[in-house]
């Protein structure tokens, strides 16, 4: 069991820069999640933690062992895939004792690993069986098993989920958490699905074209995002950006734009007065935006008229769609409310729950009650 | 390597040593011919100076299989190499000509589709050449399945034997210097497979699944690539894979390998030299556009063409869009608006982020 340190880790293929100065510590036994869209460099770093790929410059450490230039049998990893390969001639038992056996382990150790996490993963009863009588998720715990048998100091899991159906990626989900646990061992977990990262990490790096964009707690990238990327990555719906002019007019701040006059709470006041006068983004998550009557009622000054373009029913909730300014807005509002396709309605936005960026650097402005994860 | 027939195995066999000069020739440097002797028997191999004018005469001869056989070399007298005795000459003469015995006499079972590959890639067979082999040697036939080429960036000896197990099913399994060449047999794709794209979604996986049980089992990192199914033609396939594997390397670098159907435009683009490529960037961009505009323009093609979308993927406004995609057609003077000029701006885009340009 051990913990990874990237110190100023950077990896380039020719002039190009995938993984752009790289500074993070693991902790030992965390369960840490790379999240960003495709190509932002995930893969990349997992493949320099296991050592498939060189580091072009900056160190990494295993613990406290510096593993530049390590080969990757002695890393002392195991990797789970998306494709869980199996032998197919060989039954489960073989298909999880077959790299230790390639790794000279004694026999007598292989079994006592193998029954070990079978047992963990509960698939004692499969043992004797060939890959082609499992189903799927039985084939994804021996592929988990192949890994557990290693008794590595980190696990690294690159997608394992992406090529299951939607059911049995949220089953799968639960049961890797619930492994960890059992397990105690570092886990670095790659997704590029925001919901999977939220759901599983204890922490989660954001990434985008190869830079860290922020390492936090999940909900810490919910409530406090860093900048305009990670606030619409984060969250599903993506949270909505509208440009406006903040302006002070009777000693009260005001965003203002074609669509809506809107005041920031008194609590703003402070960070946001560099920018009276000026255009900023402000950001409001489609769960801030609402209908009921009592929130309006109580909030005269935050509602907009809007007008509807789409309304989709999602059995709980609706999400209903209208443009303001020319940009659109989505907003997730309850089952019940009265918003119809083409006609005008009545929001407002929670301007407790706004977020301010800087138009030019795209940072957040301001992170009232933030605390850092660790 | 000359065309041998077995039929000559017997008889006197001109090709035997045409080959066996052919191959001293490389070992020496020097141009011997060969014929079998019809005189009297008897003479040691020798350099003798009975040459015309000033050259000097290599004679060598040994007892053949068919009588013996005598070996000439003619050549400037002062350019006699030192070391190349005659004795030695005859000794590697004689070693030369027994493994081509040995090599002609083995059975014909013994030659496999490895061992055919092999002597193709050394001896730089083409196609023709390649099928006259196979159907000479009689080779059992090929079952319907993929030609496969797994590059391995590194190497550990265990590789063939994780390819044997995870691939059992297999007609070939040939490994050379860091790549093994495969034939691996498809599956027959039952009636759900064949809703999802059966055979050739089959064939796909594979590359996952090679590349990962590589990684993982030995730690090697290797590209994957699968070529069309068929029957037939092993060259064919051989010569397909190894060109998506050069394609993988330019165009998908960054991807555990590449399926033959999955090429799209670098299909297409990758019969072009990259100095054509180049030119036509230039050409194109102008070598104007600024990080802002090239990720401007990818992210409007990748939506596209759709200003809307583009501008919420962008975070900006719909004007500042408009205005940017202003700016492109003033700089280069492709209006990416237009169909035409996109399509352009389009190829000139994926072809610099696919080769690295930045
Ligand atoms: N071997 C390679 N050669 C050149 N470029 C590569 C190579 N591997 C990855 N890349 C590039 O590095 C970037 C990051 O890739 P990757 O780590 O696979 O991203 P992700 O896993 O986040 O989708 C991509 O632009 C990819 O094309
Ligand atoms: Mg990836």
Redesign the interface.
């Given at each position: 069991m051990a913990g990874l340190t990237f110190k100023n880790v950077i990896k380039k293929y020719a002039q190009n820069v995938v993984v752009n100065d790289f500074n993070l510590e693991i902790k030992d036994k965390e369960f840490l999640v790379l999240v960003g869209p495709s190509g932002c460099g995930k893969t990349t770093t997992l493949r320099m933690i296991a050592g498939l790929e060189e580091i072009t410059s900056g160190e990494l450490y295993i613990g406290d062992r510096l593993v530049n230039d390590v080969p990757p049998k002695d890393r002392d990893i195991a990797m789970v895939f998306q494709s869980y390969a199996l032998y197919p001639h060989m039954s489960v038992y073989e298909n999880m004792a077959f790299g230790l056996k390639l790794r000279k382990i004694p026999k007598a150790e292989i079994d006592r690993r193998v029954r070990e996490a079978a047992h963990i993963l509960d698939i004692e009863h499969l043992l004797e069986r060939k890959p082609k009588a499992l189903s799927g998720g039985q084939r994804q715990r021996v592929a988990l098993g192949r890994a557990i048998v290693r008794e590595p100091q980190v696990f690294l899991m690159d997608e394992p989920l992406s090529n299951l159906d939607a059911k049995l990626r949220v089953q799968m989900r639960a049961e890797i958490s619930k492994l960890r646990h059992r397990l105690q061992t570092t886990v670095v977990y790659v997704t590029h699905d925001q919901t999977e990262a939220m759901t599983m990490g204890d922490r989660i790096v954001v990434m985008k074209d190869g830079l860290i964009q922020q390492v936090d707690a999940p909900m810490n990238l919910y409530d406090h995002p860093k900048n305009m990327f990670v606030a619409g990555f984060i969250g599903s719906p993506s949270m909505n950006f509208l440009k406006a002019k903040l302006v002070e007019e009777d000693g009260r701040l005001w965003l203002v734009n074609s669509a809506f006059r809107l005041p920031p709470v008194a609590e703003r006041r402070e960070a946001l007065t560099p920018y009276i006068g000026k255009e900023i983004i402000f950001g409001i998550r489609p769960e801030a935006v609402k209908d009921d009557a009592p929130f309006l009622a109580a909030h005269p000054d935050w509602s907009v008229d809007v007008h509807v373009d789409v309304v989709e029913p999602m059995g709980s909730e609706n999400y209903v769609y209208f443009s303001l300014n020319g940009e659109n807005v989505i907003a997730r509002l309850a089952a019940a409310s009265q918003a119809k396709v083409l006609q005008r309605h009545k929001v407002a936005f929670d301007m407790s729950l706004a977020r301010y960026f800087d138009p030019e650097t795209q940072a957040v402005i301001h992170r009232p009650g933030y605390e850092a994860a660790y | 390597m000359k065309q041998y027939n077995r039929e000559e195995r017997n008889g006197s066999n001109p090709f035997l040593h045409e080959e066996l000069c052919e191959r001293l020739n490389q070992e020496t440097g020097l141009e011997f011919s060969a014929r079998i002797a019809q005189d009297a028997p008897g003479r040691t191999a020798a350099i003798q100076g009975e040459g015309v004018e000033k050259n000097a005469l290599i004679a060598l001869r040994f007892d053949g299989e068919d009588g013996e056989i005598e070996l000439t070399c003619v050549f400037p007298a002062g350019d006699v190499p030192g070391i190349l005795t005659s004795r030695l000459l005859a000794a590697l003469a004689r070693q030369i000509y027994t493994d081509l015995l040995r090599e002609l006499k083995q059975p014909a079972q013994a030659w496999t589709r490895e061992k055919l590959l092999s002597a193709a890639v050394e001896l730089h067979w083409d196609e023709t050449v390649f099928e006259q082999k196979e159907a000479e040697y009689a080779l059992p036939k090929l079952s319907l399945g993929f030609p496969l080429l797994i590059r391995c960036q590194?190497w550990?000896s265990?590789v063939p034997?994780?390819i044997e197990?995870?691939l059992?099913?297999r007609d070939v399994l040939w490994v050379h210097q860091q790549e093994v060449f495969l034939f691996v047999r498809a599956e027959m794709p039952n009636a759900r497979d064949l809703k999802t794209g059966g055979l050739l979604v089959w064939g796909e996986?594979l590359i996952?699944?090679?590349h990962?049980?590589l990684?993982?089992?030995?730690?090697?990192?290797a590209g994957v690539c699968v070529g069309y199914p068929t029957e037939r033609g092993l060259w064919r396939g051989y010569q397909e894979v190894q060109r998506l594997a050069r394609l993988h390397v330019r165009f998908f670098?960054?991807e555990a390998g590449l399926a033959a159907w999955k090429l799209g435009l670098a299909g297409l683009l990758g019969e072009i030299s990259p100095e054509v490529m180049q030119r036509y960037r230039r050409e194109t961009l102008q070598e104007r556009l600024t990080p802002e505009l090239r990720e401007t323009l990818e992210t409007y093609f990748a939506h596209s063409l759709s200003i809307?979308e583009t501008?919420?993927a962008l975070?900006i406004?719909?004007?500042t869009l408009l205005y940017r995609l202003d700016r492109v057609a003033e700089l280069t003077g492709y209006n990416p608006r237009e169909f035409a000029a996109a399509v352009q701006l389009y190829l000139a885009i994926w072809s610099q982020r696919y080769e690295?340009e930045?």
């Amino acid at each position: 069991m051990a913990g990874l340190t990237f110190k100023n880790v950077i990896k380039k293929y020719a002039q190009n820069v995938v993984v752009n100065d790289f500074n993070l510590e693991i902790k030992d036994k965390e369960f840490l999640v790379l999240v960003g869209p495709s190509g932002c460099g995930k893969t990349t770093t997992l493949r320099m933690i296991a050592g498939l790929e060189e580091i072009t410059s900056g160190e990494l450490y295993i613990g406290d062992r510096l593993v530049n230039d390590v080969p990757p049998k002695d890393r002392d990893i195991a990797m789970v895939f998306q494709s869980y390969a199996l032998y197919p001639h060989m039954s489960v038992y073989e298909n999880m004792a077959f790299g230790l056996k390639l790794r000279k382990i004694p026999k007598a150790e292989i079994d006592r690993r193998v029954r070990e996490a079978a047992h963990i993963l509960d698939i004692e009863h499969l043992l004797e069986r060939k890959p082609k009588a499992l189903s799927g998720g039985q084939r994804q715990r021996v592929a988990l098993g192949r890994a557990i048998v290693r008794e590595p100091q980190v696990f690294l899991m690159d997608e394992p989920l992406s090529n299951l159906d939607a059911k049995l990626r949220v089953q799968m989900r639960a049961e890797i958490s619930k492994l960890r646990h059992r397990l105690q061992t570092t886990v670095v977990y790659v997704t590029h699905d925001q919901t999977e990262a939220m759901t599983m990490g204890d922490r989660i790096v954001v990434m985008k074209d190869g830079l860290i964009q922020q390492v936090d707690a999940p909900m810490n990238l919910y409530d406090h995002p860093k900048n305009m990327f990670v606030a619409g990555f984060i969250g599903s719906p993506s949270m909505n950006f509208l440009k406006a002019k903040l302006v002070e007019e009777d000693g009260r701040l005001w965003l203002v734009n074609s669509a809506f006059r809107l005041p920031p709470v008194a609590e703003r006041r402070e960070a946001l007065t560099p920018y009276i006068g000026k255009e900023i983004i402000f950001g409001i998550r489609p769960e801030a935006v609402k209908d009921d009557a009592p929130f309006l009622a109580a909030h005269p000054d935050w509602s907009v008229d809007v007008h509807v373009d789409v309304v989709e029913p999602m059995g709980s909730e609706n999400y209903v769609y209208f443009s303001l300014n020319g940009e659109n807005v989505i907003a997730r509002l309850a089952a019940a409310s009265q918003a119809k396709v083409l006609q005008r309605h009545k929001v407002a936005f929670d301007m407790s729950l706004a977020r301010y960026f800087d138009p030019e650097t795209q940072a957040v402005i301001h992170r009232p009650g933030y605390e850092a994860a660790y | 390597m000359k065309q041998y027939n077995r039929e000559e195995r017997n008889g006197s066999n001109p090709f035997l040593h045409e080959e066996l000069c052919e191959r001293l020739n490389q070992e020496t440097g020097l141009e011997f011919s060969a014929r079998i002797a019809q005189d009297a028997p008897g003479r040691t191999a020798a350099i003798q100076g009975e040459g015309v004018e000033k050259n000097a005469l290599i004679a060598l001869r040994f007892d053949g299989e068919d009588g013996e056989i005598e070996l000439t070399c003619v050549f400037p007298a002062g350019d006699v190499p030192g070391i190349l005795t005659s004795r030695l000459l005859a000794a590697l003469a004689r070693q030369i000509y027994t493994d081509l015995l040995r090599e002609l006499k083995q059975p014909a079972q013994a030659w496999t589709r490895e061992k055919l590959l092999s002597a193709a890639v050394e001896l730089h067979w083409d196609e023709t050449v390649f099928e006259q082999k196979e159907a000479e040697y009689a080779l059992p036939k090929l079952s319907l399945g993929f030609p496969l080429l797994i590059r391995c960036q590194n190497w550990h000896s265990e590789v063939p034997t994780v390819i044997e197990n995870l691939l059992p099913r297999r007609d070939v399994l040939w490994v050379h210097q860091q790549e093994v060449f495969l034939f691996v047999r498809a599956e027959m794709p039952n009636a759900r497979d064949l809703k999802t794209g059966g055979l050739l979604v089959w064939g796909e996986a594979l590359i996952q699944q090679i590349h990962t049980m590589l990684a993982d089992e030995v730690g090697v990192l290797a590209g994957v690539c699968v070529g069309y199914p068929t029957e037939r033609g092993l060259w064919r396939g051989y010569q397909e894979v190894q060109r998506l594997a050069r394609l993988h390397v330019r165009f998908f670098p960054g991807e555990a390998g590449l399926a033959a159907w999955k090429l799209g435009l670098a299909g297409l683009l990758g019969e072009i030299s990259p100095e054509v490529m180049q030119r036509y960037r230039r050409e194109t961009l102008q070598e104007r556009l600024t990080p802002e505009l090239r990720e401007t323009l990818e992210t409007y093609f990748a939506h596209s063409l759709s200003i809307s979308e583009t501008a919420r993927a962008l975070f900006i406004h719909r004007n500042t869009l408009l205005y940017r995609l202003d700016r492109v057609a003033e700089l280069t003077g492709y209006n990416p608006r237009e169909f035409a000029a996109a399509v352009q701006l389009y190829l000139a885009i994926w072809s610099q982020r696919y080769e690295g340009e930045y």
